[in-house]
């Protein structure tokens, strides 16, 4: 265990438990921004009130704390309105520094058996949304599907629908089902899911009939596939340990979607520190 003093010797700030990442990560991110949307700060007038490695510090810490804009505000000594803004303008550019390293983890997985699951991200009510109540999680939200490798790594997430739709419709209606055709196929290399997923990928539980209990080959043949269906529920266990994703989403639903993204982007990103200067090679403007 690290000593108070030894935490006071750091040569680096301990940004670890606020953000997830490290602090060559946070910096990589920070330059890679600048790169993309050009100087942060304006070379006359007004200085923005915070640096642009410690705005991506803002953005990283809200989705991983989902602390009130207030809260993040006053632990960073700015308003509700700035962190607000920083937000708004880098957690695109953050996402979009990180779809390189997304797409090539998404295309190693492609040859592997994957596996697909659904999880509510909690809105609340909404006024202009109906049926976002899900009768099978008891709660108020959208429904993700996410596919995940074997080993737990969440891949892909589906455009956020309604808590009430069925996980196999959901399957249908966000188009994975066609996006991974080929796992989906007899010759492909799988695709599992539990028994919400019958008919819809190949490798599900068997169902119990209504005239006969499962057979002892039936039930080893279920609890081998809920075995590695467990590694899709760690990815997302992980996914969720970004709190905007787990203890109530406010933000208006139109940004779910891309919130998700970046949450899955920052989560493979996290786990894989040696990409850290492939955000700086792929920065759209890193060739300028």
């Known amino acids: 265990m690290k000593t108070t003093e030894a935490i006071k010797n ?10 997830g990442l490290s602090y060559r ?11 993309t ?13 915070l640096s642009a490695f410690m705005a991506v510090v803002v953005t990283v810490n809200y989705l991983r704390r989902n602390d009130c804009q207030e809260a993040v505000g006053e632990h960073f000594l700015v308003s509700q309105s700035t962190v607000s803004r920083y937000i708004k303008k ?3 550019v953050v996402s979009v520094l990180l779809d390189d390293l997304m797409a090539r983890l998404r295309a190693a997985a492609l040859a592997e ?3 697909v699951d659904g999880f509510l991200v909690l809105t609340g009510e909404r006024k202009w949304f109906d049926g976002l109540y899900s009768g099978k999680r008891h709660d108020t939200g959208a429904n993700l599907q996410a596919i995940a490798t074997l080993r737990g790594r969440v891949i892909d997430l589906s455009p956020p629908l309604r808590g009430s739709v069925h996980d196999s419709r959901a399957f249908t209606d966000t188009g994975l089902d066609k996006a991974y055709k080929i796992h989906c196929s007899p010759q492909g290399p799988g695709m599992l899911g539990d028994k919400a997923y019958i008919g819809k990928v190949p490798v599900t539980p068997v169902r119990k009939p209504a005239y006969r209990d499962l057979t002892e080959e039936e039930r080893e043949f279920n609890r081998s596939i809920n075995s590695n269906r467990a590694a899709v529920e760690r990815g997302i266990s992980h996914l969720r340990n970004w709190r905007i994703l787990a203890t109530g989403y406010r933000r208006p639903l139109l940004y779910l979607y891309r919130t998700s993204q970046t949450v899955m982007k920052l989560e493979q990103y996290a786990i894989h520190p040696e990409e850290v200067s492939t955000v700086l090679r792929t920065s759209p403007l890193a060739d300028s």
């Open 10 to 19: 750091r040569a680096q700030p301990p940004l670890d438990h606020t953000t």
């Open 113 to 115: 058996a994957l596996i």
């Open 90 to 92: 880098l957690e695109p």
């Open 25 to 35: 990560q946070l910096a990589s991110l920070a330059h890679g921004v600048e790169r």
């Open 37 to 49: 949307i050009g100087p942060w700060q304006p070379a006359t007038g007004r200085q923005k009130a």
